[in-house]
């Protein structure tokens, strides 16, 4: 990134319209999101170019952390600031123990649910989409959406809370903000599989009633883990929604 594109981007960033960290807290459904045209990352998506584009949520993401490093070094060569390599610490633990956080129990009965939701909505898509349902589409579409973004954001809010990023005492942290997205991910999937499960629309024998059960078991271990995150304020939503879910325990 040069400096051209550097003032570009901080000149935009610093738009009063846009809602700063909105898409810290978002599903990532840009399309049905009435804030997309207030949030950077989805105004610098449009932008993309081609080789970030990919078409994958991992190439999304991969062109996304190119631009935001491509800043950072930027910054530091025109302030001439000599930078670290970002995250050492981090980097070191996690060549100690790599795997330590994914053998937390929350983090490994998330990613259960996950193999589960990922592996049935794929197989299940065609079979929806030849009955031409729509309703059931959309839920299959939903499970697949959700089903790594709920343990993504478990893990995270898992690391944050035990590396002890933020101070324990505070409402509005990462961690909790992490686990908030993650519990309303978990009523969105929820309700998905209630939709195969209605009568007539069943997809998978037993498969459905087996994911909500799992979901049920989930979101009561997150609540136990972080009971202070639906108190989290998401910016952009909960603050035009004046609270949204804040009051669900």
């Known amino acids: ?18 809602i700063p960290g909105i898409y810290n807290y978002c599903d990532g459904r840009c399309p049905r999101c009435p804030f997309s045209t207030r949030c ?17 949520p991992a190439d999304a993401l991969g062109g ?17 600031v000599d930078v670290p390599v970002a995250g050492a610490a981090a980097e070191r633990t996690a060549r100690a123990d790599p795997d330590r956080h994914r053998r937390d129990p929350l983090v490994a009965r998330a990613e259960e649910y996950t193999r589960l939701a990922w592996r049935v909505s794929r197989a299940i898509a065609p079979v929806v989409s030849a009955r031409g349902d729509p309703s059931a589409i959309d839920a299959v579409a ?15 809010a898992v690391v944050g809370h035990l590396e002890g990023w933020e101070p324990e005492g505070k ?7 992490s686990a908030k997205v993650a519990r309303l991910w978990i009523v969105e999937s ?21 994911a909500v059960a799992m979901l049920d078991a989930l979101d009561t271990a997150v609540r136990a883990r972080f ?16 609270g949204d879910s804040r009051e669900r325990s």
């Open 1 to 18: 990134m040069d400096y051209r594109e550097l003032d570009r981007l901080l000149a935009r960033a610093s738009d009063p319209q846009l």
């Open 40 to 56: 950077l990352t989805y105004l610098e998506g449009q932008e993309a170019k081609p080789e970030d584009a990919g078409g994958s």
């Open 64 to 80: 996304s952390l190119r631009r935001t490093f491509g800043m950072v070094a930027a910054i530091a060569r025109r302030e001439g």
């Open 142 to 156: 939903a499970i697949e959406w959700f089903s790594t973004r709920v343990s993504s954001k478990i893990y995270r």
């Open 171 to 177: 409402l509005q942290t990462d961690f909790n903000g």
């Open 190 to 210: 929820r309700r998905a599989w209630g939709v195969l499960m209605e009568a007539g629309k069943a997809t998978a024998d037993g498969v459905p009633a087996q």
């Open 227 to 242: 009971p202070h995150a639906m108190a989290f304020v998401r910016p952009g939503f909960d603050e035009a929604a004046g």
